[in-house]
């Protein structure tokens, strides 16, 4: 168990729909991340957060926003669900900056039908 | 030409054998180098962290940096079946009052008896 959890693992929604991906981060991390990963594309950056305020973008759609809590809890809602959007979602949360690495949780496998 | 590439793979070799696991990369301000290793349905998890050109060890596991070359290696001593995953390397990088973690994407290997 690495600390980070996120739910819930699978989600199988058809097109068009809205979800709500939840993590909460290991304890004491500040910071949460968020990442896409597609057998095709990889693991690709989506947003970071710092203590509540968003700090980064990356390739996010505009059908996806997230927002961190005052608890430091994070959710990555998408909507208008399209066929691509089928993958793996990652959050990941980091002491700080990151230096030593991210510590990532288990994912979020969605299915869009 | 990508930020980051790394051969897919996969990588299939006897247990026992010596794995070489490479990345070349084109961004000087990659600073932190790490290695991730990925089971198949779970989160990536660091396994390996450095800073600075030259070797740094831990058991098996040996990583490797080149800043003037632009790459990076992980070797694996008497690789064993547990060792079947995917590799990824990744580069954090600061940039815009923000840190970034890049990573590559993922080589495939398989240990067999």
């Known amino acids: 168990d690495s600390g980070v959890t996120q739910t819930p693992k699978h989600l199988i929604t058809a097109t068009g729909q809205r979800v709500t991906l939840r993590c909460s981060p290991r304890?004491?991390?500040?910071?949460v991340y968020w990442y896409q990963q597609s057998l095709d594309q990889g693991l690709q950056f989506l947003i970071q957060y710092y203590n509540g305020e968003e700090r980064a973008k990356g390739n996010i759609l505009e059908r996806f926003s997230a927002q961190q809590f005052p608890d430091l809890h994070s959710e990555l809602n998408l909507s208008s669900l399209e066929l691509g959007d089928s993958a793996l979602y990652f959050c990941?949360?980091?002491?700080?900056?990151?230096?030593?690495?991210?510590?990532f949780g288990s994912g979020t496998r969605l299915t869009v039908v | 030409q990508k930020e980051v590439e790394q051969d897919p793979g996969p990588l299939s070799v006897p247990e026992g054998a010596i794995v070489s696991l490479n990345c070349t990369y084109s961004n000087s301000a990659f600073q932190y180098f790490m290695w991730y290793r990925q089971y198949s349905r779970k989160g990536p998890e660091l396994l390996m962290y450095t800073y600075s050109s030259g070797n740094k060890e831990d058991g098996r596991f040996t990583a490797q940096v080149d800043k003037s070359s632009k790459y990076i290696s992980l070797f694996i001593r008497d690789s064993q079946p547990s060792d079947s995953a995917t590799y990824l390397c990744?580069?954090?990088?600061?940039?815009?009052?923000?840190?970034?973690?890049?990573f590559g994407a993922g080589t495939r290997l398989a240990v067999h008896p």
């Open positions: 304890s004491g991390d500040l910071s």
């Open positions: 990941a949360s980091s002491v700080e900056e990151g230096l030593y690495g991210y510590t």
């Open positions: 990744a580069f954090l990088m600061f940039s815009g009052g923000y840190n970034k973690l890049i």
